[in-house]
């Protein structure tokens, strides 16, 4: 068993290698056996459209039936799919076969108890009990339910649009394509669809809607067809990214201002919740809206949890996971997330581009992936953080961000691959590139990093 499979917040590893049909099975067994124990006697199921996800998901749902514990199977659903059938089918939690946005050769498993998420050390206890072959047993049930058309009539309840967009989607060939273009079409918007056919072997790009080569097509197509916006699901579906109308990028920290002054407007002096990663201008902004920033932990299992700790209602995070708590159901939903971002627009007399040039200005590099080792990449971040803590006031929630004269440098090690991830700000190109200089020069003398000119 590759004991780098078991993460921070979710399972993920190489299908063919990492994720054998007997992990599979001892990963349902072990989630099973842990929740059948706090009294949990059903889980739902579902997977995406990863050309493994169909061997994966009946492995799984094999080991869950094993112990006694009965199956809901969804089937091929985008993830907050997943989460609504806990919901609706009565389950005590679930687990989701989905490799997400990383490339075609992985997958992984998410998750839950009810529809908040395993994470930290319990899924480093999930590995435990797999090695010591801790599993009650039992023979469960299995039963199929179809959950997408309540699925599809509840976010169009929950939405509201007052006037009809041209809207560009793109579902990069993943579980977005099943529903979220028919509900924006129930909401009124013409949609032009592009890549929304499912399709694991991801023929046109990958389902990364953060990615600026993977955003190319829609790009261009938002400005062929005079779309008012283009909007991009990952391929689970609980990520999103927008295209404005003159075709730019808009960043996960700026959706979020957008989202929550939609959210102060009806309710100010909320806190927002955002990561580590999101520009100094999302906070300046949610406080000139009249609420408060709260920053914290990258990951979308972390912040759902601090989420509901503190009882806040709006919460994203750079990579575009977004999760709504006032006027839903606390999760993270790219689908619903896009007839809400579409709605306000709807409701608003500026463009898309006239919103996002509202908000502060600062320089931003896109996020920067290294490679580093698995082995050694938690270890860089803890050295580099000490040496920066001398001549700078850091923040160390989520590896080090540190605070210079006119910006900040964020670097972290990823929970998903073997690599690096950072990010920098300032109030000027040359702010940027000075930053950024900094943490090359920083990270030159370690062997294990790899990042190319």
Not at 305 to 332: P, Q, R, V
Request: glycine share 12%.
């Amino acid at each position: 068993m590759n004991e780098t499979i078991f993460r921070e917040y979710d399972i993920r590893g190489i299908a063919d290698t990492d994720l054998t049909d007997e992990i599979a099975r001892a990963v349902g067994a072990a989630v099973a056996t842990r929740l059948e124990r706090e009294g949990v006697r059903r889980l739902c199921v579902g997977r995406d459209v990863r050309q493994s996800s169909p061997r994966l998901a009946a492995c799984m749902i094999e080991g869950i039936l094993s112990t006694g514990v009965d199956v809901v199977d969804v089937g091929l659903v985008p993830t907050p799919v997943l989460y609504y059938a806990i919901l609706e089918t009565d389950c005590g939690g679930g687990v989701m076969i989905t490799g997400s946005h990383n490339p075609i050769e992985y997958n992984g498993f998410k998750m839950c108890r009810g529809t908040s998420p395993i994470w930290g050390e319990e899924i480093r206890e999930i590995a435990s009990q797999i090695r010591g072959g801790d599993f009650v047993t039992g023979t469960g049930t299995r039963e199929e339910a179809d959950v997408l058309p309540k699925y599809r009539r509840m976010v169009v309840e929950r939405s509201r649009a007052e006037r009809p967009l041209k809207i560009v989607v793109d579902a990069g060939n993943g579980t977005g394509g099943l529903v979220g273009p028919q509900i924006l079409e129930d909401l009124g918007h013409e949609v032009i669809q592009l890549y929304c056919e499912p399709d694991g072997a991801f023929p046109n790009h990958l389902p990364d809607p953060t990615v600026a080569k993977y955003v190319a097509d829609l790009q261009r197509r938002v400005l062929e067809v005079g779309a008012d916006v283009g909007v991009g699901f990952d391929g689970d579906s609980d990520r999103i990214g927008l295209i404005d109308e003159r075709g730019r990028m808009i960043y996960g920290d700026q959706l979020l201002a957008l989202y929550a002054r939609d959210l102060l407007e009806r309710l100010p002096g909320n806190r927002i919740l955002f990561d580590v990663k999101c520009s100094r201008g999302l906070e300046e902004d949610i406080r000139a809206h009249g609420g408060e920033g709260v920053m914290w932990k990258t990951g979308h299992s972390l912040l759902k949890a601090k989420m509901k700790e503190e009882g806040i209602l709006l919460a994203g995070e750079m990579s575009g996971h977004m999760f709504f708590e006032e006027g839903y159901l606390g999760f993270d939903d790219a689908i619903y997330g896009a007839a809400r971002i579409t709605g306000y627009l709807s409701r608003s007399e500026a463009s898309l581009a006239a919103m996002v040039d509202s908000l502060p200005k600062y320089f931003n590099s896109p996020e920067v992936r290294i490679a580093c080792t698995d082995a050694a990449k938690f270890r860089v971040v803890a050295d580099v953080a000490e040496r920066l803590a001398a001549d700078h006031e850091v923040i160390t929630i989520d590896g080090v961000r540190a605070t210079f004269e006119d910006g900040w440098g964020l670097l972290r090690a990823s929970n998903t691959q073997p690599v690096l991830v950072l990010r920098f700000e300032a109030a000027s190109p040359e702010g940027l590139k000075r930053i950024e200089g900094a943490f090359r020069d920083l990270l030159g003398v370690y062997p294990e990093v790899r990042w190319e000119p």
